[in-house]
């Protein structure tokens, strides 16, 4: 599953709007009985799969309220101060899995070039069990220049997904570095 979906945000407290829009993000300490250890390994957003996730509710201001959790029962969640009238923006399976993930990889080549179709090249998701936006945007960059080698006649097989798969390596390797993560 995504690690996240979205609530209305008009639906939540005066004052977790107000702390939302002007710094943009905020944690709430959840009570034990509904700590989310159990959903935190179907995440595949792995980076979000760490014990502060579990302990706390994170929402961030993206013009709607991104609540980091892959789903999170509504009768729960309204028993959190501020929560008590939240509603879900994405509600495409009532707060139990939105967005699943995996579920529409195309097949392609290792220069992300469609199977079966001679001008259609994918990235993303679509290429791989892949997601994030440095996956996305490595592997468009790969996509993106084979379909003007292919158009130009040169060699497609320059670039292969090997490399955006690295590049997305050393990315998230300086990224955990320069928060400290352990």
Known sequence: ????????????????????????????????????SGSLGKKACTQYALAEYAKNLVLLDTGHAKMMTSYFPLEDLRTIPGLERARYED?????????????????????????????????????AILVGHT????????AGHNAVALSTICDANSYKKSISISFC???RIA???LVNIP
């Open 1 to 36: 599953m995504s690690g996240s979906c979205k609530l209305n945000k008009d639906s939540l407290s005066q004052e977790i709007r107000d702390k939302l829009e002007s710094e943009g993000v905020v944690v709430l300490s959840l009570p034990e009985n509904i700590h989310k």
């Open 91 to 127: 509600p495409y399976a009532g707060g139990i899995g939105n967005s699943m993930r995996y579920l529409g990889i195309a097949p392609c080549n290792d220069v992300l070039k469609v199977d079966g179709i001679d001008n259609l090249f994918c990235a993303g998701e679509k290429s």
């Open 135 to 142: 996956e996305a945007v490595a592997t468009g960059l790969l």
């Open 169 to 171: 390596l050393l990315i």
């Open 175 to 177: 990224a955990i570095k």
